[in-house]
């Protein structure tokens, strides 16, 4: 197993009076992968076991939100089943923003100050920089209710820290007709409701993406 992968809980114990929920959105179709990308393994780990490690390293709380439990559970360690909770998809098949706006209006989003929402095909993630932007989340301004790492003019938004607010925003914004969560964070940056982390090289490496098997060559 590599030296960077998450090998142990490491449950937050941070001093920070803020909590944390973490979502982890899996059982995407995943087209272009032609594969599950949740049970896709990668030195030594399924990419949703390494992603839930993580989850829990950075979080109080941890879900992953997918269609199909019962295909993931079998698949993971007890130890770290133990820790996680389970979420059927809001609206199956509708897409990322579409389950964002939703689970940021229900509990337990509504009653955390902020909810991280990660996707299970980011393999890199680096908890210590999630820890370190959870760190700035008290001295974020109060109607600031997104802050999303951003690369150049790229919007990082599913590894992103969001208020329950921004769920009423999100659903406003598709209800009229939006799609993209990119154009929604350009608009919500217009109005000050957005404020991006910039990445350096390096951070923005942790942040690699998998959607098709070339991908994979990691």
Known sequence: MDQDAPQSLALFSGTSHLSLNVVILAGGKSRR????????????MTFLERCARVGLAVGNRCTIVTPWAGRYQPTL?????????????PIP??????????????PPAVNHPWTLVLACDLPKLNPTLLLTWRSHLDKIAPDVFAY??????RWEPLCSFYRPQAGDSLQGFLKGGGRSLQHWLKIQQAHCA?????????????????NTPADLNL
């Open 77 to 89: 360690p007890a130890d770290l089943l133990a820790h996680l909770h389970w979420c059927l998809d």
């Open 194 to 210: 957005a404020k991006a982390i910039p990445l350096t090289s390096a951070e923005h490496s942790t942040l690699y993406n998998c």
């Open 33 to 44: 992968m032609g594969r599950d990308k949740g049970l896709i393994q990668w030195r030594g």
């Open 148 to 153: 999303v790492p951003r690369w150049g003019d």
């Open 93 to 106: 098949g509708a897409g990322p923003p579409q389950a964002i706006a939703q689970l940021l209006t229900l």
